[in-house]
T-cell receptor
């Protein structure tokens, strides 16, 4: 079992709709969670970070964290063709683990006009 | 503000050779981490350096090594290259060395092809 699991997709979403991405993690010590967007041939770009249970909103993006269920999600509202990319979920233990991030395999999102 | 700069961006090496990749972090950032990204294994942590000291190491063989200089610039070296080392090598920098409350920025990466 991978430490961070994501559905590889592709997740096909009509333009203007909500894209819902899910991620589960197995390391209960994980304290911080991140969503990165990666376009093909490019490097990952941070979209959201979340550390506490509940929701965190930033523009069209909302991250949700449920530590009891070891579950993180990302909602993309009003999806645009430019949102077509691979979305990577990552976790970090913090503390002595420093900046080590453990990544899921990524979910490929396709937004169709 | 300049981002994380990696050089070279693309390189081709032959099996058995060694390679050195360079990373200049964002100004003021003292932590540099390295990751390997392949289609099969995804993004995997190699190691992190903070204030010239290796802070953490991932599960990679000893052929993979790194160092950090006093100006926070970092290099990673892969010796005795194997075909499986073909990958995108990403450098990430941040101010501190704790993922909690600390934003990690990635460079554009170095594409290594081993033939």
């Amino acid at each position: 079992q991978k430490e961070v699991e994501q559905n590889s997709g592709p997740l096909s979403v009509p333009e203007g709709a909500i894209a819902s991405l899910n991620c589960t993690y197995s390391d209960r010590v994980s304290q911080s969670f991140f969503w990165y967007r990666q376009y093909s041939g490019k490097s990952p770009e941070l979209i959201m970070s979340i550390y506490s249970n509940g929701d965190k909103e930033d523009g069209r993006f909302t991250a949700q964290l449920n530590k009891a269920s070891q579950y993180v999600s990302l909602l993309i509202r009003d999806s645009q063709p430019s949102d077509s990319a691979t979305y990577l979920c990552a976790s970090g233990r913090g503390g002595a683990a420093g900046n080590k991030l453990t990544f899921g395999g990524g979910t490929r999102v396709l937004v169709k006009p | 503000k300049a981002g994380v700069t990696q050089t070279p961006r693309y390189l081709i090496k032959t099996r058995g050779q060694q390679v050195t990749l360079s990373c200049s972090p964002i100004s003021g950032h003292r932590s540099v981490s390295w990751y390997q990204q392949t289609p099969g294994q995804g993004l995997q942590f190699l190691f992190e350096y903070f204030s010239e000291t290796q802070r953490n190491k991932g599960n990679f063989p000893g052929r993979f090594s790194g160092r950090q200089f006093s100006n926070s610039r970092s290099e990673m070296n892969v010796s005795t290259l194997e075909l499986g080392d073909s990958a995108l090598y990403l450098c990430a920098s941040s101010v501190g060395t704790d993922t909690t409350g600390n934003t990690i920025y990635f460079g554009e990466g170095s594409w290594l092809t081993v033939v």
